[in-house]
């Protein structure tokens, strides 16, 4: 049976090989000095581009991207977010789990297939680099004579991120420093690497004038130019650091089509809510008063950022109207940021589309409950999972599982709930004194189905519970479920949504909630699990499977040369 499982996997490598293109890449990444939104700082730039270029490509081709670290003083690893990888774990761009990172000075090349239509992102995944401007789209079309199903005119990208103005340097001395010293809101919000930053704000004055200009070209805001009577797919992609958002276009409805890569049973919305790391597609029909411009607008919804925080703003230019001319009305009104309701009902309406729906496999081998905690480990501020605060090691986890280093990361086995789950009270601070910090991993049976519930509760503040945006490397998973309050192990798996679930690979768990996940262990490989919002992975929230890693080929040698892996790299 093995035999004719590689057999068919060699042949369909082959013919895909046999109509895949190649996209090559070579990209210099250096810091300069930009404005996104007026305020002058170092960003991380593509080839001196934020956001970086969008790869474009179709299902099947080839991606080579070659990367240069110019950052001088830092290293980088880039993950290819969506893209799964499979037959290429090595390139997955996660640094302490799939490889060392890029020193100063050098070169790395990634290879990958992208197998599957859809919306995707690359963002970087070193410290918290992402939140510095290493990001881009990844747009994969259908072969040539397929179509999708649904219409469309033109087709846009737009990323969503927050923005701060102190370094990562700073903000990470902060997280793990005694006291404690919380990142705070972000200051602007970018739409397509583009925001307004009010300088008369600023905490501290300068006397640069040039450190925060609100005449910089560089910081007008981002203009999208559309054909009235046409209809527009809008690529919508969050790399926020922390916010979750909320997305309108003044006087359009959206029809909300795609999700992670897979097609939407169609949903009209005003507003989008999007969480970090999610895409979608959304179509919109320019058919409003012609004779002006309308305001795009996104702004910050489940943290109370009111005050610190003003709305992101773009244009929908109206052609032949001017790109500059301001629209003639206010900025529509966002919803209310602790308004619940409508983010649930977001989440509990996206369905997959009739035709287009992958059937979940019916049961489970194993379930794998994961309480989202916030602990104070040995003084120190700590999220963690079933009170185990995540640590990477400083030899990645694919190597030393392949090369047998097993002593370089913890070989205790996780469990599969905390021990006193029944129990555990998500209403109230918890005491959580057996916390501890960890490199252990799951270790996952081959091609066995696993179920996630991700568990939300209580922080270290009184009545406090927060939203967690949880990305899967490595796969797609269905969507089976959300629910309020903590999950009942016995009665909850009977409301699951078996018929029509969307598949995705980053998912939201709400406050005092949970979400249910189904996937199946198939790709070998060593995958991370994590809480998408840097500072809370940064400071332990996630988790790492491996799968059949002893079907992995052989590892590339430029993927080597830290930790226990020093020797092995050759030139």
């Known amino acids: 049976m093995t035999q004719l499982i590689a057999l068919f996997l060699c042949v369909f490598t082959t013919l ?21 939104d007026c305020f002058k700082k170092l960003v991380i730039t593509i080839n001196g581009r934020s956001p970086g270029p969008t790869i474009l490509a179709q299902q099947g081709d080839i991606v080579i991207v070659e990367v240069t670290n110019g950052l001088v003083t830092e290293n980088l690893a880039i993950h290819w977010h969506g893209i799964r990888q499979i037959g290429s774990p090595w390139s997955d761009g996660t640094e302490g789990v799939t490889q060392c990172p890029v020193l100063p000075g050098d070169t790395f090349t990634y290879r990958f297939v992208v197998d599957r239509p859809g919306t995707y992102l690359y963002h970087a995944h070193y410290g918290m680099q992402r939140e510095v401007g290493l990001y881009g789209s990844i747009r994969v079309s259908l072969p040539d004579g397929m179509a999708e199903p649904f219409d469309y005119d033109y087709d846009k990208s737009i990323i969503l991120n927050d923005w701060y103005h102190k370094s990562t340097f700073e903000q990470a001395a902060g997280l793990s420093s005694i006291p404690f010293g919380w990142v705070g809101e972000p200051q602007s919000l970018l739409i397509q690497g583009k925001g307004k930053f009010n300088c008369s704000k600023l905490a501290t004055p300068t006397l640069d004038p040039m450190a925060c200009n609100t005449t910089s070209p560089g910081c007008s805001p981002y203009v999208l130019t559309v054909i009235p009577g046409k209809t527009y797919r809008l690529r919508i992609s969050s790399v926020t650091a922390l916010s979750a958002l909320s997305f309108q276009i003044e006087g359009h409805n959206m029809t909300i089509v795609e999700a992670d890569g897979h097609y939407v049973e169609p949903i009209v919305a005003q507003n989008l809510f999007i969480y970090s790391g999610e895409t979608y597609s959304v179509l919109i029909k320019v058919d409003q008063e012609p004779s002006r411009n309308y305001w795009i607008m996104t702004n910050i919804v489940g943290r109370n950022a009111t005050a610190t925080t003003p709305p992101g703003l773009a244009v929908l230019n109206y052609y032949p109207n001017h ?88 070989q205790h086995s996780l469990p599969d709930r905390l021990h006193d789950f029944a129990n555990y009270d998500i209403y109230r601070i918890a005491n959580n004194t057996n916390s501890t910090s960890s490199t252990a991993i799951y270790r996952l049976k081959f091609n066995s189905t696993v179920d996630i519930i991700l568990q939300n509760a209580n922080t270290m503040t009184v009545n406090n519970s927060e939203t967690h945006p949880w990305h899967l490397h490595g796969h797609d998973f269905w969507v089976l479920g959300y629910g309020t309050g903590k999950f009942d192990l016995d009665n909850d798996p009977k409301k699951y949504n078996l018929a029509n679930p969307i598949m995705k690979n980053t998912v939201a768990v709400h406050p005092y909630g949970w979400t249910a996940l189904r996937f199946v262990a198939n790709n070998p490989g060593v995958w991370l699990f994590h809480c998408h919002i840097e500072s809370h992975f940064y400071l332990g929230m996630g988790v790492v499977f491996e799968e059949g890693v002893e079907k992995v080929g052989k590892l590339p040698s430029e993927i080597m040369g830290c930790g226990k892996t020093k020797g092995f790299k050759r030139p």
């Open 16 to 36: 895909a090989l046999a109509e895949a293109r190649v996209r090559h890449y070579k990209w210099d990444m250096k810091y300069e000095f930009k404005s996104p």
């Open 323 to 410: 790109p500059k001319r301001v629209p003639p009305t206010d900025p529509p009104a966002g919803p209310i940021w602790n308004d619940f309701t409508p983010r649930l009902a977001q989440s509990l309406g996206i369905k997959a589309r009739q035709g287009y729906i992958h059937t979940p496999p019916p049961k489970s081998d194993r379930v794998i409950v994961l309480l989202n905690t916030q602990n104070k480990i040995d003084g120190y501020f700590r999220w963690s999972v079933n009170n185990m605060s995540f640590t990477l090691p400083h030899t990645p986890y694919l190597i030393a599982l392949k090369e047998n280093l097993h002593h370089t990361f913890d």
